[in-house]
């Protein structure tokens, strides 16, 4: 990681890279979703509404990803003072914030026919919407952060406190159907490999969810570049006042 810390080598990668993972990221959503929607059979009790999976599960894990990214970055902001950490924190909390309202509307559309409502307040869903409102808070600390960042490094340092903290309710989410009675169904995929889902829904889902990642990837790294570019003209503005 640290052979990236200089902006310079960073931006010499991300360049090229970002409409790689941006135009497969694109193919890849299109193709997993014409492929899940057409090719799949209508679930025995749910019908055709089961078929939102390939969008919903993606946008729940790229929400939940996408703290876990946020605390990364800041556990190496506050440890080892990565100058890219800040940066790619702020970059990951907007589509983070985004996937997982979209994560949140997608659940709400599989649970009208599923469920007979739009919403439960469930251990699932809660925390899901608290994860939601983390991101708001700390888009809202860190843009008030980076605009004192300049009155001292404590100041700066109070988002990515924030970013490690939230990561708390993370596992709240995950085992939120095992703790508690929830509507919400349990674990269909496990890191151990296990799946109780059918693999004719298995593997469009997977191949979504890599293409959704891909996005993700790519909207983080345009972020990045484009808080890089404002610093860069921050800083020549302050040099030429100061002369």
């Known amino acids: 990681m640290h052979a990236y ?3 310079t080598r960073f931006l010499k990668l991300a360049k090229p890279l970002t409409p790689w993972l941006l135009f497969g990221g694109i193919a890849m959503v299109l193709a997993a979703c014409a492929w899940g929607i057409l090719s799949t059979p209508p679930e025995r009790l749910q019908g055709d509404s089961v078929k939102i999976i390939f969008v919903h599960v993606p946008m729940a894990w790229l929400g939940m990803a996408g703290w876990t990214g946020i605390a990364i970055a800041s556990i190496s902001e506050l440890i080892w003072r990565h100058p890219l950490a800040s940066h790619a924190a702020r970059a990951i909390a907007v589509p983070g914030a985004l996937f997982a309202l979209l994560c949140l509307v997608t ?3 599989w649970g009208r026919p599923a469920w007979g409502t739009w919403w439960v307040w469930d251990g699932r869903l809660t925390s899901m919407l ?3 409102f983390l991101y708001l808070a ?3 600390l860190a843009n008030e952060t980076s605009k004192g960042a300049g009155q001292g490094g ?3 340092r109070i988002a990515a406190i924030f970013g490690v903290v939230g990561i708390v309710n993370l596992p709240i989410i995950r085992f939120s159907v095992e703790w508690w009675e929830t509507q919400h169904q ?3 995929i496990s890191i151990m490999g296990k799946s109780t ?3 004719l829904y298995l593997w469009p889902l997977l191949v979504s969810a890599t293409g959704f990642s891909l996005l993700f990837g790519a909207i983080v790294l345009m972020r990045m570049r484009a808080s890089l570019a ?3 003209v921050e800083a020549r503005l302050k040099r030429m006042t100061a002369e």
């Open 5 to 7: 810390a200089n902006p």
């Open 107 to 109: 659940g709400s559309l």
């Open 130 to 132: 608290v994860l939601f």
């Open 154 to 156: 404590g100041q700066s």
């Open 138 to 140: 700390y888009i809202v």
């Open 186 to 188: 349990g674990t269909s």
């Open 197 to 199: 889902i059918d693999a």
């Open 230 to 232: 404002q610093t860069k």
